[in-house]
């Protein structure tokens, strides 16, 4: 048996201006340094082998502190740009409950929450600096629906994570709402229309046991 846990990052400053995040840089609230703490918590009396997150600082910091919490600060940690939040495009930084008014709630709900759907573009991809810096500037997004993003998180998991836990060696991601909703639909193997109806909230660990063959052993998911 192996363990996979998933946290999802303490309220960011965004979050608590109700306003759409996506790869906006933004750190976290103190309400958001207690969830870290508290989720860390939670963890104790557990180990990683290994912990993986997005390169987005508002998941590096939670990261940091449940290391740091667990007495876990040797342990390799990877950042890649492939558990970044789904980019929310053009709806980057703009308060939720205004763009509810201006597009109506059902298709705010359809951008927020399906699979499909995609958030309005920007003109034109962001510039390629601090991690983007070596990208080539065709692959930086200017929108994506959860299934773009499931295309990128997938694969790092299956290429990265998955091995590992093969191996018999517990993982840590801490990563972003859709980032882990993309991953919790691959896992359980979630239908595209069922996976509207998963939520993740700030800081709560989602425990996975699973077994040689990375079937699900138990889960506190729905608990």
């Known amino acids: 048996m192996v363990k996979l846990v998933m946290v999802r990052h303490?309220?960011?400053?965004?979050?608590?201006?109700?306003?759409?995040?996506?790869?906006?840089?933004?750190?976290?609230?103190?309400?958001?340094?207690?969830?870290?703490?508290?989720?860390?918590?939670?963890?104790?009396?557990?180990?990683?082998?290994?912990?993986?997150?997005?390169?987005?600082?508002?998941?590096?910091?939670?990261?940091?502190?449940?290391?740091?919490?667990?007495?876990?600060n040797y342990v390799p940690i990877t950042k890649t740009w492939r558990l970044n939040e789904r980019h929310y495009g053009a709806l980057r930084g703009i308060n939720k409950d205004e763009t509810r008014r201006e597009y109506g709630v059902e298709q705010v709900h359809q951008w927020r929450r399906s699979f499909y759907s995609i958030p309005p573009q920007l003109e034109q991809p962001d510039p390629n600096v601090g991690p983007y810096k070596y990208f080539d500037a065709r692959i930086m997004p200017v929108a994506e629906?959860?299934?773009?993003?499931?295309?990128?998180?997938?694969?790092?998991?299956?290429d990265q994570v998955?091995?590992?836990?093969?191996?018999?060696?517990?993982q840590l991601i801490v990563a972003h709402g859709s980032t882990i909703r993309a991953l919790i639909k691959y896992i359980e193997n979630i239908s595209d229309e069922d996976i509207d109806g998963i939520e993740v909230a700030n800081g709560?660990?989602?425990?996975y046991e699973l077994d040689n063959k990375l079937n699900i052993i138990s889960s506190n998911r729905t608990e």
């Open 162 to 170: 998955a091995p590992l836990l093969l191996d018999g060696k517990d």
């Open 10 to 72: 303490g309220e960011s400053i965004a979050n608590a201006l109700n306003q759409y995040t996506g790869w906006n840089n933004v750190g976290l609230t103190q309400e958001g340094i207690v969830q870290a703490h508290v989720a860390a918590e939670k963890l104790k009396g557990m180990s990683f082998d290994h912990v993986h997150t997005s390169v987005l600082k508002r998941a590096i910091i939670t990261a940091y502190i449940i290391q740091d919490e667990l007495n876990l």
């Open 145 to 158: 629906s959860l299934y773009q993003a499931y295309q990128r998180i997938i694969p790092y998991y299956v």
């Open 204 to 207: 709560k660990p989602l425990i």
